[in-house]
């Protein structure tokens, strides 16, 4: 199981979800509301940017096309350093809380 965590352009929010629920086997999608703060392209000074910040946990077998969904309808025309960027991590255990089990 891996963690899959991308930070993308809030008005690109709803096509990247659009197309994630497209993909057989995605279980879900946790989305929130983030302030990002970085340097600007002549590293002058710093910038806050409003992003949305989705996390999926999926099988090994989803990671290549999760990712490459999330590249493809998150990325701008042109590509711009602001347009995001994705984490993916292993997931050792997961606990359902209303079950109380993995």
């Known amino acids: 199981m891996l963690e899959v965590k991308a930070y993308v352009r809030e008005n690109m929010l ?4 659009d197309k994630l629920s ?3 086997g995605v279980p879900g ?5 983030v302030i990002g703060i970085a340097n600007t392209e002549t590293k002058d000074k710093l910038v806050q ?3 949305a910040k989705l996390e999926l946990d999926i ?6 096309a999760v ?3 999330i590249i493809e309808s998150a990325k ?3 590509g ?5 960027k994705i984490i993916v991590t292993p997931v050792n255990q997961i606990f359902k809380i209303a079950g109380g089990s993995s």
Do not use: W, Y
């Open 14 to 17: 709803d096509k990247v979800v």
């Open 22 to 24: 497209e993909i057989p």
């Open 29 to 33: 999608i946790m989305v929130g509301e």
């Open 49 to 51: 940017t409003k992003l």
């Open 59 to 64: 099988p090994e077998s989803l990671l290549k």
């Open 67 to 69: 990712v490459n969904t």
């Open 76 to 78: 701008t025309r042109r």
């Open 80 to 84: 711009h350093p602001g347009d995001g």
